[in-house]
């Protein structure tokens, strides 16, 4: 119930911008990101399942694509060490189709 919560509170925020929500600038302070994230081994621990595009006109939910500056992100995330401080846990999938997250 927590988890579709949390997905649910992501979705309303991120709802207006979905069409381009792939874009994602990583911080180096967590005070200056939207969201903290971890990485996960396995895909049934993750909240956010994301496929790493090649280039930022491919970005969308669930398709990342990582800028170079602040200014050219929809999302900005914090890497944490530790799985209790991550709001997202990621799982970086291998196919397209796999991909299920709303960033």
Known sequence: MKKILVLLTLFAIIAPNSSEAGKVFV???ENQADFTAITVKYANEANCKVYRVPYENQA???KWFYVKYEN?????IHWVKYAN???LKVFFV????EANCWL
Not at 94 to 97: L, M, Q
């Open 72 to 76: 050219q992100a929809d999302t900005k």
């Open 27 to 29: 911080t180096d302070y």
């Open 94 to 97: 291998k196919y397209e189709n």
């Open 85 to 87: 401080q991550a709001k």
């Open 60 to 62: 969308g939910p669930g």
